[in-house]
């Protein structure tokens, strides 16, 4: 709980006023400490992404995280792959399908991961509208492995969702990360790139794994180059 009032106000781009008002909708995830309120960043980042809000890139500034290298959206993608056709007629059983898919080490335990992806999807969907859902882990470095990975996995058939725009769900891209910050920049350039209308076309159109990735690197390069 790192983030004030007005640091969240200034993330999001709104008044603190806004703030306190969602704050007594209990719509954003809040915590109230020693009378004042205080907020997670990846909990902030994931409310502000599933509801199409713009998030200033100083969510990232984490003095304790400082020198680490920024994963690559491209490079969890490739280690992640690609899948189609992928089964499941409810979020259990599509879930189900996607853990058996992720590419991990031996020792992870599939089935402990299967139920915390449930448990997070229990606490607030992770369906971001437009047929797209991003189960991710809510706690990153519970599995401890090495390295960020996504899976995009098109689901053979479509499956109610509880997304924000009441849409069924038929792209997922599921995110297991090592650590927090990893996990907040996938996260975000994944927000960020999704609303690129030529990578949003080749999801919809379920394009060949090669085009997509390349689609992403592409966004993902103009969002880079914006930043820098």
């Not at 713009?54 to 400082?66: L, T």
């Not at 915390?116 to 992770?126: G, N, S």
Request: neutral net charge; hydrophobic residues 45%.
């Amino acid at each position: 709980m790192n983030l004030s009032v007005k640091d969240t106000a200034r993330i999001l781009s709104v008044s603190e006023k806004t703030i306190y008002r969602w704050i007594k909708q209990q719509s954003i995830p809040a915590y109230r400490v020693q009378d004042q309120y205080r907020f997670n960043r990846a909990e902030v980042l994931e409310w502000a992404t599933s509801r199409r809000l713009k998030v200033s890139d100083e969510i990232f500034n984490e003095p304790e995280a400082a020198g680490q290298p920024v994963p690559s959206l491209v490079e969890a993608m490739e280690s992640g792959g690609v899948h189609y056709r992928v089964s499941g007629h409810d979020t259990e059983s599509a879930l189900r399908e996607v853990v058996q898919l992720l590419r991990l080490p031996g020792e992870v335990d599939r089935e402990f991961l299967l139920r915390v992806l449930l448990a997070r999807e229990a606490m607030a969907p992770t369906a971001i509208g437009d047929g797209i859902a991003i189960p991710h882990v809510r706690n990153p470095v519970v599995l401890h492995i090495d390295r960020p990975t996504i899976a995009l996995c098109f689901l053979e058939q479509a499956i109610a969702y509880g997304a924000l725009d009441g849409g069924p769900v038929n792209i997922l891209f599921a995110i297991i990360s090592p650590t927090t910050r990893a996990h907040l920049h996938l996260l975000a350039k994944l927000s960020f790139v999704l609303r690129d209308a030529e990578v949003r076309e080749g999801l919809r159109g379920q394009a060949p794994r090669q085009r997509i990735l390349d689609l992403v690197r592409a966004a993902e390069d103009r969002l880079v180059g914006a930043g820098s």
